[in-house]
């Protein structure tokens, strides 16, 4: 294992994953890994070449070649500030496809991993506690109910400026889950020794107080 401390968050989409990692990595001045980023960055660049989904070897290489480089608020693909594009739910929907495939999870797994350098790192996606970093000193997974993951998801589009339909949401979102929960590789799973938080009725604070707790005591208790 790594002497790099790290925090896994996993869960099902919208549960503010990306959100309370951000906050977390923030407070501790950790890294941060937004593995959905990858397998969107892998589907937008299948959707820009051509590369259906069904195309295992094809995804994989797009998977393999993607040039990106994490900035500040950014991420960019060939130079070129992606950031948006692959907010798309076009995209989302698209990566949950791609992201079936052993060969592009494979084709991810090292760049995720090259992410844990000192001081730490906090990681979010679907896998991080069970396949990327099953040794994470700390593992969270982070569900909300299907109408609450709707309802949020819905203010975030519309706040960016995208239009967006409730009930579509809500379909989109139960057959995502589905998708990401029953396929064979990496299937989205709490791991045996995840600690389960339900902020279906939590703010984006107290969700972020509740992991910091939960840090301060496995930190605290792994020195004395
Ligand atoms: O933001 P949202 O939770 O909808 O998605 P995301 O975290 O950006 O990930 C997009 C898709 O990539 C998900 O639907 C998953 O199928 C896939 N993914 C994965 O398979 N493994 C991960 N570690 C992260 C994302
Ligand atoms: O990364 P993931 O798809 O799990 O979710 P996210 O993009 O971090 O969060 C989805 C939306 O829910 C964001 O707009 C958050 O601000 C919001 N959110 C919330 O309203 N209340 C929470 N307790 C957590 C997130």
Same mark, same amino acid.
């Given at each position: 294992? #790594? ?9 099902? @989409?919208? #549960?503010?994953?990306? @959100? ?6 923030? $407070?501790l001045?950790?890294?941060?890994l ?5 397998? $969107?960055?892998?589907a *937008? ?11 295992? =070897? ?13 900035v !500040? ?6 130079? $070129?500030d992606? #950031?948006?594009?692959?907010?798309r739910?076009?995209?989302? /929907?698209?990566?949950?496809? +791609?992201? +079936? ?18 001081p ?10 069970t396949v990327?970093?099953p040794?994470?000193?700390?593992k969270i997974? *982070? +569900? ?6 709707? =309802?949020r ?5 519309i ?5 967006? /339909?409730l009930? @579509? *949401?809500? $379909?989109?979102?139960? !057959? ?5 929960? =029953?396929?064979? /590789? ?6 045996h ?12 604070d =107290? ?8 840090w301060?005591e496995? #930190? ?5």
């Amino acid at each position: 294992g #790594s002497t790099v401390p790290m925090i896994a968050i996993d869960g099902p @989409t919208a #549960s503010g994953k990306g @959100t309370i990692a951000a906050r977390v990595a923030a $407070r501790l001045g950790w890294h941060l890994l937004d593995s959905g980023a990858l397998y $969107r960055l892998t589907a *937008l660049a299948c959707l820009e070449q051509g590369i259906a989904a069904g195309d295992e =070897q094809g995804a994989a290489a797009a998977a393999a070649a993607l040039d990106v480089r994490f900035v !500040a608020d950014g991420v960019f693909m060939g130079g $070129r500030d992606v #950031s948006a594009d692959i907010r798309r739910e076009e995209v989302g /929907n698209m990566a949950s496809q +791609v992201a +079936v495939l052993a060969p592009v999870r494979a084709a991810l797994l090292d760049r995720q991993r090259a992410f844990r350098c000192p001081p730490g790192l906090v990681a979010d996606g679907r896998d991080m506690g069970t396949v990327v970093f099953p040794d994470a000193d700390l593992k969270i997974f *982070l +569900v909300a109910s299907a109408e609450a993951r709707a =309802q949020r998801r819905y203010k975030q589009l519309i706040e960016k400026g995208f239009s967006a /339909n409730l009930l @579509t *949401l809500l $379909r989109d979102l139960e !057959a995502r889950d589905a998708r990401d929960t =029953q396929r064979a /590789n990496a299937p989205l799973a709490a791991a045996h020794d995840a600690l389960v938080l339900d902020s279906s009725h939590l703010t984006i604070d =107290q969700t972020v107080e509740q992991v910091m707790s939960w840090w301060g005591e496995r #930190s605290g208790a792994s020195r004395s």
